[in-house]
């Protein structure tokens, strides 16, 4: 089992930018894929952010430019940087930790974040 605490969300006005953190525990090691999605009032989920074990990364059109996702081992804590924040990223964020080739996906409870016109 990971677990997956985040961090960070909050209120932030367009054009702004905010931080987001994931805290994880338990089995990582059993993981190759961290990532971020996010899902939007009435829409589906949809991850938004992939990095890597090997550090490869992967951004939904719709963020690519604007956000960025690292990891940092030591503190076993991943990183959703996101800058020119826009109305349309309002959404609860999640943390997402997977092993797809083992059928691992494990999701943290989500973090909102809202952003003002």
């Known amino acids: 089992q990971v677990q997956l605490v985040e961090s960070g969300g909050g209120l932030v006005q367009a054009g702004g930018s905010l931080r987001l953190s994931c805290a994880a525990s338990g089995s990582i090691r059993s993981i190759n894929a961290w990532g971020w999605g996010r899902q939007a009032l009435g829409k589906q989920r949809d991850l938004v952010a992939v990095v890597s074990s090997g550090g490869g990364t992967f951004y939904a059109d719709s963020v690519k430019g604007r956000f960025t996702i690292s990891r940092d081992n030591a503190k076993k804590t991943v990183y959703l940087e996101m800058t020119s924040l826009k109305p349309e990223d309002t959404a609860v964020y999640y943390c997402?930790?997977?092993?797809?080739?083992?059928?691992?996906?494990?999701w943290g409870q989500g973090t909102q974040v809202t952003v003002s016109s």
């Open positions: 997402n930790a997977a092993n797809r080739l083992f059928g691992l996906d494990y």
